[in-house]
């Protein structure tokens, strides 16, 4: 079996929402996705289904060259799993992408950091809480914590979790990372 490499994005795009969670933070990033290829044409994660609403949300999947991610910054992390653990985290998100309409936005798991009171609800997830199960879920990272409470911050300390761009999203290119 080859091992596989998979890319977590943390990003800040600079909405009113993200400023609003960055006063909290005080983290640079506050945005977490997960994707399969270096070239970031499928991104996943949770948040706003539409640019002009950030109250209207569930699993997405992103364009990171668009749109709310047009101006932003970010840092893409690389980590090399088995090919075992790369077949569970693509059926667990497949699985979210099927049925994707039963998923919500978790605004009440936000909250409930800000008290450090573990909070989950049934089919709702805010961005990192995603990415954050589908690494406990695929066997990768077994976090020290409740994973409704797994900030952007705490994926960026996984220690076997490697910075391979950091910068303007508009300005990453596939052949910045692969001559790393």
């Given at each position: 079996m080859q091992n596989k490499k998979v890319y977590i994005l943390l990003t800040d795009t600079g909405t009113v929402f993200t400023r609003l969670i960055r006063l909290y933070t005080r983290k640079p990033y506050n945005h977490a996705s997960i994707s399969f290829d270096p070239s970031l044409e499928r991104v996943y994660s949770f948040g706003r289904k539409t640019a002009?609403?950030?109250f209207i949300g569930g699993f997405v999947q992103e364009d990171v060259k668009n749109g709310l991610f047009k101006q932003a910054t970010g840092v893409l992390l690389s980590f090399?799993?088995?090919e075992q653990q790369w077949q569970q985290m693509r059926a667990y998100i497949q699985q979210l992408e099927e049925e994707k309409d039963k998923y919500r936005y978790n605004f009440l798991g936000l909250i409930a950091i800000i008290f450090n009171m573990p909070f989950n609800r049934k089919n709702a997830f805010f961005c990192s809480q995603f990415?954050?199960?589908?690494?406990k879920e695929s066997d990768i990272v077994d976090f020290d914590k409740p994973i409704s409470l797994v900030t952007p911050h705490d994926l960026q300390q996984v220690n076997h979790f490697q910075a391979i761009y950091q910068g303007k999203l508009k300005d990453y290119k596939?052949?910045?990372v692969q001559n790393l």
């Open positions: 002009k609403n950030p090399t799993i088995t990415v954050a199960s589908v690494l596939l052949q910045t």
